[in-house]
């Protein structure tokens, strides 16, 4: 598991000027405490007023402009004219934004409130229909501050939108097997998601691999042979072209701050170099912290960077192999990140097909609640599918051209929560990125801040 930054925002609290300071200015106060005691770091300013002079506004601007956050915080402890509000905030339009509206206090048998959801009520549209980027919350007299939950999920969205900006994803070789669902448009996706791409030829890191130090390379090995369960003795002979391609591929990401990997895997590594990728793509995961996938699945590392600065999950590929009556047979001809792993890591020596013998993750998967998501494109227009389901250890499998006796992949089955047929007419790939719980409400309120359209199995895309 990931250990993602605490979010950082920005709080401006809000309350009319006729409405009682001293109110305004503990209900603003103890929400703003709220988010503190929730793990967020908050930058603040003395609440707003409606001053005819614009005191107020123009002091708040100020102070908040003095520092960096990633999410800003509107919060209306009562009515307050709507220009004050637009005023106040418009100088962080481009940043994202909660709309919320505190709640009255019970004196007695009696509500005491300063109409906060007029307020936010008379602001929900107006912000909407200047292009403000928002997630409107509200508490309730029954529950004061409970929407700070609320606000703490969306300003893990809104960071998590931050890093993709800053994001860079390396791409050793281009197009793996001539595939079209694993492209993209690198200027479009900068635009509307964040993240750079940077296509680097097989040979330089084919020369790379070259001159890796034997020293480290037995380090690695020693390390592998400890971690590792095998069918057979994992000596540093079999290991070392695994260890080389690791160590040159991370020397090359931390170079160029790589935050994820793919590679050209069946018309690259494999057919070029002699050996199969898995067990370096293992290590980049487990060892090197980067996320990865093969196949230059350019969508699909977009996807797990996503996952990841929202979950903190590794976000770990599987291809589908069967769609079944109630269910989806997933797993991977090659390996799985060793925290989705139930047990040991454990790997096996064989070879596929015409290929050479290589080393072979077959370890079993957690079980568990899980999503599946995948991020799709056509042109500029970016649209993701999301499903949730029960993920069940699967029935005995074998894919067809492993040497014989043929090895249980890492694998798993998925009873979704909406019918096979619905989920098969939206896929989009091959490979999909599975995270453990329903993260549904992340992913799509990340895709609505991003303007990505969210594919729901009910409806057409």
């Not at 160029?256 to 995961?285: E, N």
């Not at 069967?322 to 001809?333: H, K, Q, S, T």
């Amino acid at each position: 598991m990931l250990n993602p930054s605490a979010p950082r925002v920005g709080f401006v609290g809000f309350g009319e000027v006729n409405s009682p300071r001293e109110l305004i200015e503990r209900t603003c106060a103890a929400a703003q405490q709220a988010l503190v005691d929730r793990g967020l770091t908050v930058v603040s300013t003395s609440p707003v007023s409606d001053d005819p002079e614009g005191l107020n506004e123009a002091r708040a601007i100020s102070e908040l402009s003095a520092t960096d956050f990633d999410m800003l915080v509107i919060c209306l402890a009562g009515w307050i004219p709507s220009h004050s509000v637009i005023d106040g905030v418009v100088p962080f339009k481009h940043k994202p934004m909660v709309l919320w509206g505190l709640t009255g206090e019970r004196a007695g048998d009696r509500l005491v409130t300063a109409a906060g959801q007029a307020g936010t009520s008379a602001l929900r549209h107006p912000l909407s229909a200047l292009g403000f980027r928002f997630k409107y919350v509200y508490d309730t007299p029954d529950a004061p501050y409970a929407a700070a939950e609320e606000v703490v999920a969306f300003a893990r969205v809104a960071s998590a939108a931050a890093k993709l900006a800053t994001t860079r994803i390396g791409m050793i070789g281009y197009r793996d097997m001539g595939l079209y669902g694993t492209l993209a448009d690198i200027p479009s996706l900068r635009r509307v998601i964040g993240p750079d791409v940077e296509v680097v030829d097989l040979l330089e890191i084919a020369q790379r691999m070259e001159s890796v130090p034997a020293d480290e390379i037995g380090t690695v090995a020693a390390h592998v042979q400890s971690a590792w369960k095998s069918d057979r003795p994992l000596t540093t002979e079999v290991l070392a072209p695994s260890v080389r391609l690791y160590l040159a591929i991370l020397s090359k990401a931390r170079q160029r701050g790589w935050q994820a990997v793919s590679v050209i895997d069946v018309d690259g590594v494999k057919k070029l170099l002699g050996f199969t990728p898995a067990a370096a793509l293992m290590l980049l995961t487990d060892l090197g912290g980067l996320a990865t996938i093969p196949e230059n699945d350019t969508l699909g590392a977009v996807t797990q960077l996503m996952v990841r600065a929202l979950t903190g999950q590794v976000g770990a590929y599987f291809e589908f192999y069967e769609f079944m009556r109630d269910r989806v047979l997933i797993g991977v001809p090659d390996y799985v990140p060793a925290e989705v792993v139930d047990g040991p890591v454990r790997v096996r020596l064989t070879k596929f097909g015409q290929l050479s013998e290589g080393v072979l993750n077959v370890s079993r998967v957690r079980t568990g609640r899980v999503t599946l998501c995948r991020l799709g494109s056509e042109g500029d227009r970016y649209f993701m599918h999301i499903a949730t389901g029960e993920a069940i250890a699967p029935s005995p499998w074998e894919e067809a051209g492993w040497e014989p006796p043929a090895p249980q992949l890492p694998s798993l089955e998925v009873i979704l929560d909406t019918p096979v047929e619905r989920f098969a007419q939206k896929v989009l790939s091959q490979h999909t990125i599975l995270s453990y719980g329903d993260q549904r409400g992340q992913l799509m309120d990340l895709c609505r801040l991003l303007g990505i359209s969210v594919i729901a199995d009910e409806g057409p895309i």
